[in-house]
């Protein structure tokens, strides 16, 4: 099901505390403290984003960007994905994976891909 009333836009230092508990939903303990910074300033490579839902955060996606040498191409790959629990089976999962599509497409062109590794 598609939502059109889902946004999806870059994360932010200010997104911190949501992706936070986002990221807790998936059983990993990372503190605001360490995580604003890193959305603030994303490592070379990488992109974080957030799926919003009536002006609220309900999802996040993270990508990385490498060089997958045995196929000489570049690749995209999702190392996380979480939607908030109370928001799941709305779309938004799919509305985050279709966001990492496009900028694969964009930044890899048709020889590059889009992997999805997390749980």
């Known amino acids: 099901m598609e939502n059109t009333r889902i946004q999806?836009?870059?994360?932010?230092?200010?997104?911190?505390?949501?992706?936070?508990g986002l990221?807790?939903?998936?059983?990993?303990?990372?503190?605001?403290?360490?995580?604003?910074?890193?959305?603030?300033?994303p490592p070379a490579?990488?992109?974080f984003y957030v799926a919003v839902l009536a002006d609220q955060?309900?999802?996040f996606l993270a990508i990385a960007r490498s060089f997958y040498l045995p196929e000489m191409r570049?690749?995209?790959?999702?190392?996380?994905?979480?939607?908030?629990a109370a928001y799941r089976r709305q779309g938004i999962g799919a509305a985050l994976?279709?966001?990492?599509?496009?900028?694969?497409?964009?930044?890899?062109?048709?020889?590059?891909?889009?992997e999805v590794t997390c749980a």
Request: net charge negative.
């Open 45 to 47: 490579g990488n992109g």
């Open 57 to 59: 955060v309900v999802g």
């Open 97 to 114: 994976l279709n966001q990492g599509e496009a900028i694969a497409r964009q930044q890899t062109g048709t020889s590059g891909s889009l």
């Open 23 to 41: 990221l807790g939903q998936l059983g990993y303990e990372v503190t605001v403290v360490a995580i604003a910074p890193v959305l603030a300033n």
């Open 8 to 20: 999806i836009r870059m994360a932010t230092a200010t997104d911190a505390p949501v992706v936070a």
């Open 74 to 84: 570049d690749t995209l790959r999702v190392t996380t994905l979480c939607v908030d």
